[in-house]
């Protein structure tokens, strides 16, 4: 049991739906899926192998027994019983608030009600609900399983303690809920992740990089920092024993140089589209989906286990390991 919650239901059967499905079910609560496509289930049993390969070499023989997952025929069959909700729907609003709207009117009064958007806000999602007050949204990062960060960010309309609630359900499944300051589109990773997404894509488009060429440059240097430090702890350390003032100092002009396009953004027009999906196909070597996702999940494990070992506590990522660890191990009996 984790957080107090025995049930869960996941709305929404796709990539993180099903990834969502899984760190449930492999933290030992019963799953309850519903997706209208025929081929949810199939798609979720794929996600969830992935997931106890990872979970294996994580956690070995300390794991609890999994909950189950089952197939729901309805919205209101899956939310049945259940103590918190997780939807992850298209990206779309008007599905988001019709659904959402579904799940409030046939959810048990006390669920918590957590939206996967990854940057709708959720006072606007909260638009046709019963009880806004127990919706929020916890906007996870793929794959679900692994990656610990959830976004957790409450609108105009919810109660305080569904925060609270969420935040403790998030927390017993090893992550690390980040709860936002105020709302704002597209959150606080997002927004990061866009910036370098659009610097990126005006490379491919000005012919200066392929798209195996920047992900190179970006996993053989400040990607293996960010992994365990982040951008302003690293920068710290590049203004040497002075630290972030200096840096400032130092570095701080080069803002005002004209060196990315960050406030424009590229066509994608079918030229561009074919370059970066090309390039991306000869970049995968002939590697299926299935198997770029167990290199992926594989080298996640072996991140995660060094940042473990880093200090008696570990660090950042690996701290949490280390306690879900201890959590798994209690779970399962010792």
């Given at each position: 049991m984790t957080g107090g919650i025995e049930r869960v239901a996941c709305v929404g059967g796709g990539v993180i739906g099903s990834g969502w499905a899984a760190r449930f079910a492999l933290n030992g609560i019963d799953v309850w899926l519903y997706d209208p496509d025929p081929d949810a289930g199939s798609r979720a049993e794929v996600v969830l192998a992935n997931a106890e390969h990872?979970?294996?070499?994580?956690?070995?023989?300390m794991r609890p027994a999994p909950g189950a997952l089952r197939i729901a025929r309805s919205v209101a069959e899956a939310v049945d019983g259940a103590g918190f909700v997780q939807e992850s729907?298209?990206?779309?609003?008007?599905?988001?608030?019709?659904?959402?709207?579904?799940?409030g009117a046939a959810a048990p009064a006390g669920a918590v009600v957590a939206s996967s958007t990854s940057g709708l806000l959720p006072s606007a999602m909260q638009e046709h609900m019963q009880h806004p007050e127990r919706m929020l949204v916890g906007h996870p990062f793929n794959p679900v399983y692994?990656?610990?960060?959830?976004?957790?960010?409450?609108?105009?309309?919810?109660?305080?303690?569904?925060?609270?609630?969420?935040?403790?359900?998030?927390?017993?499944?090893?992550?690390?809920?980040?709860?936002?300051r105020k709302e704002i589109d597209a959150f606080i990773a997002d927004r990061l992740q866009e910036a370098l997404w659009?610097?990126?894509?005006?490379?491919?488009?000005?012919?200066?990089?392929?798209?195996?060429?920047?992900?190179?440059?970006m996993r053989y240097s400040f990607g293996l920092r960010w992994a365990q430090m982040g951008v302003f702890q690293t920068y710290r350390l590049?203004?040497?024993?002075?630290?972030?003032?200096?840096?400032?100092?130092?570095?701080?002009?080069?803002?005002?140089?004209?060196?990315?396009?960050?406030?424009?953004?590229?066509?994608?027009?079918?030229?561009?589209?074919?370059a970066?999906?090309?390039?991306?196909?000869?970049q995968a070597e002939g590697l299926s989906t299935r198997e770029?996702?167990?290199?992926?999940?594989?080298?996640?494990?072996?991140?995660?286990?060094?940042?473990e070992r880093s200090g008696p506590a570990g660090w950042g990522a690996g701290a949490l390991l280390s306690e879900a660890r201890q959590r798994m191990r209690e779970r399962s009996g010792g």
């Amino acid at each position: 049991m984790t957080g107090g919650i025995e049930r869960v239901a996941c709305v929404g059967g796709g990539v993180i739906g099903s990834g969502w499905a899984a760190r449930f079910a492999l933290n030992g609560i019963d799953v309850w899926l519903y997706d209208p496509d025929p081929d949810a289930g199939s798609r979720a049993e794929v996600v969830l192998a992935n997931a106890e390969h990872a979970y294996s070499r994580l956690f070995g023989d300390m794991r609890p027994a999994p909950g189950a997952l089952r197939i729901a025929r309805s919205v209101a069959e899956a939310v049945d019983g259940a103590g918190f909700v997780q939807e992850s729907v298209p990206e779309r609003l008007d599905l988001k608030r019709r659904v959402l709207a579904e799940i409030g009117a046939a959810a048990p009064a006390g669920a918590v009600v957590a939206s996967s958007t990854s940057g709708l806000l959720p006072s606007a999602m909260q638009e046709h609900m019963q009880h806004p007050e127990r919706m929020l949204v916890g906007h996870p990062f793929n794959p679900v399983y692994l990656l610990p960060l959830v976004e957790v960010v409450a609108g105009r309309r919810t109660a305080p303690e569904t925060v609270e609630r969420a935040s403790a359900v998030y927390g017993g499944l090893g992550m690390k809920p980040l709860v936002l300051r105020k709302e704002i589109d597209a959150f606080i990773a997002d927004r990061l992740q866009e910036a370098l997404w659009r610097e990126a894509l005006w490379l491919v488009h000005d012919g200066v990089a392929t798209v195996g060429e920047i992900d190179d440059a970006m996993r053989y240097s400040f990607g293996l920092r960010w992994a365990q430090m982040g951008v302003f702890q690293t920068y710290r350390l590049a203004g040497g024993e002075a630290g972030m003032r200096h840096f400032l100092e130092q570095f701080g002009p080069c803002l005002a140089w004209p060196w990315t396009k960050l406030t424009d953004v590229p066509e994608l027009d079918d030229a561009l589209i074919d370059a970066v999906a090309d390039q991306s196909d000869r970049q995968a070597e002939g590697l299926s989906t299935r198997e770029l996702e167990r290199i992926r999940d594989d080298n996640l494990v072996g991140i995660l286990e060094a940042l473990e070992r880093s200090g008696p506590a570990g660090w950042g990522a690996g701290a949490l390991l280390s306690e879900a660890r201890q959590r798994m191990r209690e779970r399962s009996g010792g």
